[in-house]
């Protein structure tokens, strides 16, 4: 957490009684500001997990007062939350496998899901993906859901954005901008880069329309005083963010050259984690690092033979690459 945003929390605590109505105010003026967009188009959450949470429950309301069906359409594997908030209230959710050459989305398969389907219909597209921490094309992505009818919505999951390299990459925030915005949702998190996993703050940007439906939805009141000022602290706070951004960097070209040295294949890394093979039996190889003190992730079905490794610090990510090699010595990766 940036000492910034420590110390704002700190100055909060003798406002505490009070409702944080002035704090998420300001937080919204910054987060449309800087995503260039109206207020009007931002929904605080606790977390972007509820965040998605309000949008699968928006569109099943939607579906229960117009008489019609509705879908969950998520890639598999993917994060789960969307998949989660949907079976807890019995919408059903259809899994398309990632691609097997690349592990990428499978666009064509996931919009046949919705073709077949009389009913409203809203893909979750996690970009980059969790766990793969791939980037899905952006030319085939936008060319998607510009295109889409009115009946299918689209949730793109944002989370890791900011550690995004690849210059092809494109937000949904742009084509919001741009008026595609009524059937899109674009979700944002602090958890990740401003490093506030614990102050659950999140945020949804969307047309001043599907706002407002979906902030009937929220748990009023949803971002508290300490998140909501640790947040506006860490945009402030530009030293901080370049050394959260430097260090995913160096923990990951460490991680990298590490993989390469040891001949273990990965996909290009666009997040704060890595998706790396790992030779033998993932769950031992897992088991193993935690005798070392180490939690490295799991394997994701039905992907074999990978694991999900989350990037800490580079002295962390040194010790890590140090127990691998020590692995390989053995015999066991
Ligand atoms: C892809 C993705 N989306 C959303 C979240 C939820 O984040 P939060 O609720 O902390 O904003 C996570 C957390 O790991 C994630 O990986």
């Known amino acids: 957490m940036s000492d ?15 409702y944080p109505d002035d704090q998420r105010a300001a937080l919204i003026t910054k987060v449309a500001e800087i995503n260039s967009v109206t207020e ?9 997990s509820e965040n998605i949470r309000t949008v699968v429950q928006m569109l099943q ?53 919705a073709d077949g389907f009389d009913g409203i219909s809203l893909f979750y597209l996690c970009n980059p993906n969790n766990p793969t921490s791939t980037i899905t094309d952006t030319v085939k992505l936008k060319e998607w859901v510009g295109h889409a009818p009115s ?57 001043p329309q599907m706002i407002a439906r979906l902030e009937a939805f929220i748990s009023i009141d949803n971002t508290n005083l300490a998140g909501a000022v640790a947040a506006l ?6 030293d901080f963010l370049a050394l959260s951004l430097r260090t995913a960097n160096q923990s990951r070209q460490l991680v990298e050259r590490t993989l390469d040295e040891l001949g273990l294949r990965y996909l290009p890394s666009q997040a704060s984690f890595i998706f790396h093979e790992i030779k033998g039996d993932v769950q031992t190889y897992i088991d193993r690092m935690r005798e070392h003190g180490i939690a490295v992730g799991r394997e994701f079905a039905p992907i074999t033979g990978f694991n999900r490794l989350t ?21 066991w990766v």
């Not at 309301?61 to 209230?89: D, M, R, W």
């Not at 602290?233 to 530009?238: F, M, Q, S």
């Open 233 to 238: 602290a860490t945009l402030d706070d530009e």
């Open 40 to 48: 009007s188009q931002i929904s605080l959450g606790s977390g972007s």
């Open 311 to 331: 990037l800490g610090r580079p002295d962390e990510m040194a010790v890590f690459v140090e127990v691998l090699k020590s692995f390989r010595e053995k015999g």
């Open 151 to 207: 009946n299918r919505y689209f949730l793109l999951d944002e989370a890791y954005s900011e550690y995004v390299t690849d210059p092809s990459f494109e937000s949904g925030v742009t084509w919001i901008r741009e008026e595609y915005s009524e059937n899109i949702v674009v979700v944002r998190t602090f958890s990740k880069l401003c490093a506030l996993a614990g102050m659950r703050v999140g945020y949804a940007v969307a047309s």
């Open 61 to 113: 309301n939607q579906a229960l007062v117009e008489g019609k069906k509705f879908q969950v359409i998520v890639p598999h594997p993917t994060f789960a939350y969307a998949e989660l908030y949907a079976t807890s209230i019995n919408v059903p959710v259809v899994k398309v496998p990632l691609t097997t050459e690349n592990y990428a989305f499978d666009l064509q398969s996931m919009q046949k899901v």
């Open 4 to 18: 910034a945003a420590k110390q704002a929390v700190i100055d909060s605590l003798d406002i505490g009684f009070r």
